[in-house]
């Protein structure tokens, strides 16, 4: 559980300023009385957060009336103040329990906290009894919380009684928080084939589209876990990203840690790496996929016979042999940062989208974590910053490389002139940057004219695709927390709901 604590008395979290979730009406330590309660501090934007959540899970279902968790986000980024975005989150990760959210952070430094993620313990007597920052070992977390139970029921404190709660339910179209969308190569005999796949991860499954963004196909069941197997059967958990030849749709199946593959022959789904649990940072020797755990793999590209993913959770990118099934790192050392340099010693924080260069020689990276896109050269291997200073450096700022700011990218894709379009997801923007020119700025230039019904803003975009060899061919972009899909003709300066 992480270091002991003195038992003192637990801060009030029923404060002014706060906005509450998945509940009907603020709690305070006193409504908790009796029960054994798991403050856990986090942020949306934060991959290692999220791997806490199952861990939470597992005890609220092994102690459902002894155990009330509640979450408080305390948020990095500017972004991440707005309520509506935090409920979003908790939408899309099927967090249930009472969520408060702590723009100002205060129960933050009430509680001394230093890092997200950390869980704190307040015994049903109203006593802070643990503190545990990182990502807890879910094994020794039961371990722990019997033990503190144990120990209020010895000592006569132990009242348990089930708590009410009123989780939101969040509209659902076809499409529900949309990841990565990429093409689908293939060809008929007269002329291109194009199909689409979307990673569709509010409904786990990966959806296949038509060149009009008509739904032709699922792969998934719908029901998150990890089984392999035909299409209808087989299980996939919160997938983010993907890759395709004209054969097969590799995924970055992102809740279970693992990289799965369907053949679009038969439908069938196999996993080609990953063991369905977190692991530790990659190493540079190659080991075989199947036997080998990943961290939140996030995004695909390809070269021939090597699958390159983006490994978010342990702050690297990593490399898939399609023929011998091993998996290595190409670059980052597992510490979470921003240092160029040889891929053995530089420091990634969080990647979550890459894309290509036509060439194969350079496969450029959202790097979510330190607000900036940055470029792996394959030929040297290095690691080099385009945009971006450090961990807590963001914001919406145009103009030379130096001085430019995004907030929290998660896409990125390589146009045919090699430069850049990013899906600025915190900014609820697309980002053009340009390299030779050594440029940054807002791809629309609030130009484009919406051809919708009903124009939303931009909702935190998480994809986005560009074909660098059609000039004709639309800007596609995952628009995640509106459900959609859009298409930017750069011809017409127009853009349109193209699937949702």
């Not at 798991?38 to 092994?62: G, K, Q, S």
């Not at 033990?147 to 509209?171: C, F, I, K, Y």
């Not at 971006?388 to 990218?409: C, E, M, S, W």
Request: proline share 7%; aromatic share 6%.
């Amino acid at each position: 559980m992480g270091a002991n604590v003195p038992p003192v008395r637990a801060p009030e979290i029923d404060r002014p300023g706060l906005t509450w979730l998945n509940i009907d009406k603020p709690l305070s330590l006193g409504d908790l009385k009796g029960r054994l309660v798991i403050l856990d501090f986090w942020t949306f934007c934060c991959v290692n957060c999220l791997h806490v959540l199952p861990a939470l899970r597992r005890v609220e279902e092994a102690f459902p009336q002894d155990v009330v968790v509640i979450g408080v986000h305390s948020p990095k980024f500017a972004a991440e103040k707005d309520p509506a975005g935090v409920q979003r989150a908790v939408a899309r990760y099927a967090i249930t329990h009472p969520v408060i959210h702590d723009p100002d952070m205060q129960l933050w430094r009430a509680y001394a906290v230093r890092a997200w993620p950390t869980l704190v313990f307040v015994s049903p007597a109203g006593r802070v009894v643990g503190h545990a920052p990182g990502e807890p070992d879910t094994g020794k977390l039961l371990q722990a919380v019997e033990r503190l139970l144990a120990e209020a029921r010895d000592g006569g404190t132990l009242s348990p009684q089930p708590l009410a709660l009123t989780p939101a339910v969040e509209p659902s179209g076809d499409l529900r928080f949309p990841g990565k969308v990429k093409p689908v190569p293939g060809r008929r005999r007269l002329r291109p084939l194009r199909r689409w796949a979307v990673a569709d991860a509010g409904h786990h499954q990966i959806v296949l589209l038509d060149d009009r963004g008509r739904e032709t196909g699922r792969f998934g069941s719908g029901e998150p876990g990890l089984a392999d197997g035909p299409a209808a059967t087989a299980r996939f958990t919160d997938p983010q990203g993907l890759i395709a030849t004209a054969d097969v749709i590799y995924v970055a199946d992102t809740g279970n840690h693992a990289i799965r593959a369907i053949d679009l022959a038969t439908g069938d789904v196999a996993t080609l790496a990953g063991i369905g649990r977190r692991g530790r940072a990659l190493t540079g020797r190659a080991t075989p996929g199947d036997r080998t755990a990943l961290a939140s793999p996030w995004d695909l590209a390809i070269r021939d016979d090597t699958v390159f993913f983006a490994n978010a959770g342990t702050h690297q990118i990593g490399a898939l042999d399609r023929v011998s099934g091993t998996v290595v790192r190409l670059a980052g050392n597992g510490g979470e940062g921003l240092v160029d340099g040889a891929t053995e010693t530089a420091q990634l924080a969080q990647p979550s989208g890459l894309a290509l260069s036509a060439d194969g020689q350079s496969l450029a990276f959202a790097d979510s974590e330190t607000s900036s896109v940055r470029m792996l050269g394959l030929r040297r291997m290095q690691v080099t910053t385009l945009v971006g200073t450090g961990l807590f450096d963001f914001g919406h700022v145009n103009g030379r490389l130096d001085d430019a700011r995004l907030q929290h990218p998660l896409g990125v894709a390589m146009d045919r002139d090699g430069t850049l379009l990013v899906a600025d997801s915190y900014n609820h923007a697309i980002r053009h940057i340009d390299v030779a020119a050594g440029t940054v700025t807002d791809f629309d230039g609030g130009t484009y004219t919406c051809q919708d019904p009903v124009c939303l803003p931009l909702g935190e975009p998480a994809g986005i695709w560009v074909d660098a060899g059609a000039r004709r061919a639309p800007v596609l972009l995952s628009d995640t927390n509106n459900h959609r899909i859009l298409a930017f003709d750069r011809a017409g300066r127009t853009y349109r709901t193209w699937a949702s």
